[in-house]
Protein backbone atom coordinates (compact mmCIF):
# COMPACT_ATOMS: atom_id res chain seq x y z
CA UNK A 1 0.00 0.00 0.00
CA UNK A 2 1.07 3.30 -1.16
CA UNK A 3 2.10 5.84 1.75
CA UNK A 4 0.90 8.95 0.18
CA UNK A 5 -2.45 9.43 -1.20
CA UNK A 6 -2.74 9.20 -4.77
CA UNK A 7 -3.95 12.80 -5.03
CA UNK A 8 -1.07 14.39 -3.18
CA UNK A 9 1.47 11.37 -5.46
CA UNK A 10 0.31 13.66 -8.84
CA UNK A 11 0.36 16.94 -7.45
CA UNK A 12 4.01 16.38 -6.43
CA UNK A 13 4.95 14.91 -9.25
CA UNK A 14 3.37 17.63 -11.95
CA UNK A 15 4.20 20.82 -9.31
CA UNK A 16 7.35 19.78 -7.24
CA UNK A 17 9.36 17.50 -8.97
CA UNK A 18 8.96 19.09 -11.99
CA UNK A 19 9.73 22.46 -10.81
CA UNK A 20 13.03 20.94 -9.61
CA UNK A 21 13.66 19.22 -12.74
CA UNK A 22 13.16 22.04 -15.00
CA UNK A 23 15.12 24.12 -13.02
CA UNK A 24 17.95 22.17 -13.03
CA UNK A 25 18.09 21.78 -16.68
CA UNK A 26 17.77 25.58 -16.84
CA UNK A 27 20.71 26.14 -14.96
CA UNK A 28 22.83 23.06 -16.07
CA UNK A 29 24.88 24.70 -19.33
CA UNK A 30 28.12 23.96 -19.54
CA UNK A 31 29.48 27.22 -20.12
CA UNK A 32 28.61 27.98 -16.71
CA UNK A 33 26.51 31.47 -16.99
CA UNK A 34 26.20 34.27 -19.82
CA UNK A 35 29.44 36.88 -19.39
CA UNK A 36 29.71 39.61 -18.04
CA UNK A 37 27.98 38.21 -14.83
CA UNK A 38 27.75 40.28 -11.22
CA UNK A 39 29.61 38.27 -9.14
CA UNK A 40 26.61 37.86 -6.60
CA UNK A 41 24.39 36.77 -9.58
CA UNK A 42 26.86 33.72 -10.72
CA UNK A 43 26.85 33.11 -6.77
CA UNK A 44 22.86 32.91 -6.61
CA UNK A 45 22.53 31.16 -9.96
CA UNK A 46 24.99 28.92 -8.45
CA UNK A 47 23.68 27.85 -5.06
CA UNK A 48 20.15 27.58 -6.98
CA UNK A 49 21.63 24.74 -8.96
CA UNK A 50 23.31 22.74 -6.32
CA UNK A 51 20.06 23.34 -4.23
CA UNK A 52 17.88 21.89 -7.10
CA UNK A 53 20.41 18.87 -7.58
CA UNK A 54 20.17 18.77 -4.04
CA UNK A 55 16.66 18.18 -3.84
CA UNK A 56 16.88 15.84 -6.58
CA UNK A 57 19.25 13.58 -5.37
CA UNK A 58 17.58 12.99 -1.95
CA UNK A 59 14.01 12.44 -4.17
CA UNK A 60 15.32 10.26 -5.90
CA UNK A 61 17.90 8.15 -3.17
CA UNK A 62 16.36 8.23 -0.01
CA UNK A 63 13.70 7.16 1.54
CA UNK A 64 11.38 7.83 4.70
CA UNK A 65 12.80 7.33 7.41
CA UNK A 66 9.97 7.33 9.60
CA UNK A 67 5.95 7.22 9.72
CA UNK A 68 5.63 10.74 10.44
CA UNK A 69 8.75 11.83 7.66
CA UNK A 70 6.69 14.41 5.45
CA UNK A 71 8.87 14.45 2.64
CA UNK A 72 8.05 12.28 -0.84
CA UNK A 73 10.88 10.05 -2.39
CA UNK A 74 10.58 8.25 -5.68
CA UNK A 75 10.16 5.42 -3.67
CA UNK A 76 6.58 6.35 -2.70
CA UNK A 77 4.91 6.20 -6.28
CA UNK A 78 5.46 2.25 -6.01
CA UNK A 79 2.84 0.48 -4.15
CA UNK A 80 5.94 -2.14 -2.68
CA UNK A 81 9.33 -0.90 -2.58
CA UNK A 82 10.90 -1.33 -6.16
CA UNK A 83 14.19 -3.04 -5.00
CA UNK A 84 17.38 -2.04 -6.93
CA UNK A 85 17.71 1.41 -7.19
CA UNK A 86 21.22 2.42 -8.09
CA UNK A 87 20.36 3.51 -11.47
CA UNK A 88 18.51 5.93 -10.32
CA UNK A 89 21.83 7.45 -8.30
CA UNK A 90 23.07 10.75 -9.74
CA UNK A 91 26.20 10.42 -7.73
CA UNK A 92 28.11 9.44 -4.77
CA UNK A 93 26.30 9.61 -1.53
CA UNK A 94 29.87 11.49 -0.10
CA UNK A 95 29.71 13.90 -3.21
CA UNK A 96 26.06 14.08 -2.10
CA UNK A 97 27.27 14.86 1.63
CA UNK A 98 29.64 17.21 0.44
CA UNK A 99 26.95 19.02 -1.53
CA UNK A 100 24.43 19.46 1.74
CA UNK A 101 27.47 20.34 3.32
CA UNK A 102 28.33 23.03 1.25
CA UNK A 103 24.76 24.32 1.05
CA UNK A 104 23.52 24.26 4.12
CA UNK A 105 26.55 24.74 6.50
CA UNK A 106 29.43 26.76 8.07
CA UNK A 107 32.33 24.56 8.71
CA UNK A 108 36.13 24.89 8.83
CA UNK A 109 36.71 22.69 5.51
CA UNK A 110 35.94 25.90 3.65
CA UNK A 111 39.03 27.54 5.03
CA UNK A 112 41.18 24.88 2.81
CA UNK A 113 39.42 23.50 0.44
CA UNK A 114 39.22 24.63 -3.06
CA UNK A 115 35.69 23.70 -3.72
CA UNK A 116 34.55 27.07 -2.19
CA UNK A 117 37.07 29.12 -4.06
CA UNK A 118 35.50 28.25 -7.37
CA UNK A 119 33.78 31.77 -9.01
CA UNK A 120 30.38 30.97 -10.47
CA UNK A 121 31.08 30.67 -14.04
CA UNK A 122 34.31 28.36 -13.20
CA UNK A 123 31.78 25.64 -12.88
CA UNK A 124 30.73 23.10 -15.10
CA UNK A 125 27.39 22.12 -13.88
CA UNK A 126 26.10 20.01 -17.09
CA UNK A 127 27.27 16.62 -15.58
CA UNK A 128 25.06 16.99 -12.50
CA UNK A 129 22.00 18.13 -14.60
CA UNK A 130 22.80 15.01 -16.97
CA UNK A 131 23.35 12.91 -14.28
CA UNK A 132 19.90 13.76 -12.89
CA UNK A 133 18.05 13.64 -15.45
CA UNK A 134 19.27 10.35 -16.52
CA UNK A 135 18.58 9.26 -12.83
CA UNK A 136 14.67 10.46 -13.57
CA UNK A 137 14.57 8.52 -16.72
CA UNK A 138 15.39 5.09 -14.94
CA UNK A 139 12.54 5.94 -12.29
CA UNK A 140 10.30 6.74 -14.66
CA UNK A 141 11.03 3.98 -16.76
CA UNK A 142 10.84 1.60 -13.95
CA UNK A 143 7.33 3.14 -12.53
CA UNK A 144 5.93 2.49 -16.22
CA UNK A 145 6.11 -0.92 -15.66
CA UNK A 146 4.16 -1.29 -12.24
CA UNK A 147 2.15 2.59 -13.06
CA UNK A 148 2.17 3.82 -16.40
CA UNK A 149 -0.24 6.05 -15.23
CA UNK A 150 2.00 7.66 -12.55
CA UNK A 151 4.87 7.68 -15.04
CA UNK A 152 2.86 9.92 -17.21
CA UNK A 153 2.79 12.52 -14.61
CA UNK A 154 6.04 13.32 -14.93
CA UNK A 155 6.86 13.56 -18.53
CA UNK A 156 5.74 17.22 -19.29
CA UNK A 157 8.75 18.25 -16.72
CA UNK A 158 11.01 15.58 -18.03
CA UNK A 159 10.85 16.92 -21.70
CA UNK A 160 10.65 20.85 -20.25
CA UNK A 161 13.61 19.63 -18.29
CA UNK A 162 15.46 17.89 -21.39
CA UNK A 163 14.46 21.19 -23.44
CA UNK A 164 16.14 23.55 -21.13
CA UNK A 165 19.56 21.61 -20.89
CA UNK A 166 19.63 21.53 -24.32
CA UNK A 167 19.29 25.07 -24.75
CA UNK A 168 21.22 26.27 -21.81
CA UNK A 169 24.54 24.34 -23.34
CA UNK A 170 23.60 26.14 -26.50
CA UNK A 171 24.26 29.42 -24.24
CA UNK A 172 20.22 30.45 -24.64
CA UNK A 173 19.38 30.17 -20.98
CA UNK A 174 15.51 30.85 -19.88
CA UNK A 175 16.47 33.99 -18.42
CA UNK A 176 18.28 35.30 -21.69
CA UNK A 177 14.73 34.80 -23.32
CA UNK A 178 12.55 36.44 -21.55
CA UNK A 179 10.98 39.17 -22.27
CA UNK A 180 7.82 41.04 -21.57
CA UNK A 181 5.05 41.33 -23.88
CA UNK A 182 3.70 45.04 -24.96
CA UNK A 183 0.40 43.66 -25.20
CA UNK A 184 -0.60 42.31 -22.01
CA UNK A 185 2.42 42.90 -20.18
CA UNK A 186 3.22 39.36 -19.25
CA UNK A 187 6.38 37.89 -19.20
CA UNK A 188 7.26 34.68 -22.10
CA UNK A 189 10.21 33.01 -22.84
CA UNK A 190 11.05 32.52 -26.21
CA UNK A 191 11.66 29.06 -27.10
Partial sequence: ?????????RRVAE?????????????SGAGGLPRPLDLAV????LEAYLLHARNMWEFLVDKPTAAEDDGVYAVDYFDERPGKRSAWKPWSRTDQQR????????TIQRLS????????????????GVAVLDGMDAFVARLAEAHPD?????????????????????DRYAFTRVRLRAADGAW????
Avoid: N, Q
Fill in 99 to 106: LHKRLGHI
Fill in 113 to 128: STDWKLRPTDVDRSGW
Fill in 188 to 191: EIDR
Fill in 42 to 45: GTAF
Fill in 1 to 9: MARLDEAVL
Fill in 150 to 170: RAAWFDCALAAARRELSLSLA
Fill in 15 to 27: EHVGYEVRHLGTF
